[in-house]
């Protein structure tokens, strides 16, 4: 059973930091590619963060050298830190999973997200 729980969103001032958290079950983070999108009225659905199986990353040029996505093998979780965080990064940001263990196609499976809010 696949399931993503993204914890770790909040209320923040302007230049403040997060750490996100999701939770993996059901498979190995190790193993698939994953990554981050947020959603926020008024905005489209940005894709922000992914890293594949050998630990390639990539990032939205909106957030490129202050945030960072990582996993934790042994803990089976996927994590995005953000640094140096701004209101335009006010979204709900959700996590997701790739369908296949060999390429990147994403969105098999996603989580229900966590509400970042930050404040000037």
């Known amino acids: 059973q696949v399931q993503l729980q993204e914890s770790g969103g909040g209320s923040v001032q302007s230049g403040g930091s997060l750490r996100l958290s999701c939770a993996a079950s059901g498979f190995a983070v190790s193993s698939y590619c994953m990554g981050w999108f947020r959603q926020s009225p008024g905005k489209e659905r940005e894709e922000v963060a992914s890293?594949?199986?050998?630990?390639?990353?990539n990032y939205a040029d909106s957030v490129k050298g202050r945030f960072i996505i990582s996993r934790d093998n042994t803990k089976n979780t996927l994590y995005l830190q953000m640094d140096s965080l701004k209101p335009e990064d006010t979204a709900m940001y959700s996590c997701w999973r790739g369908r296949y263990t060999s390429n990147c196609e994403p969105y098999a499976y996603w989580g229900q997200g966590t509400q970042v809010t930050v404040s000037s």
């Open positions: 890293v594949d199986k050998i630990g390639r990353t």
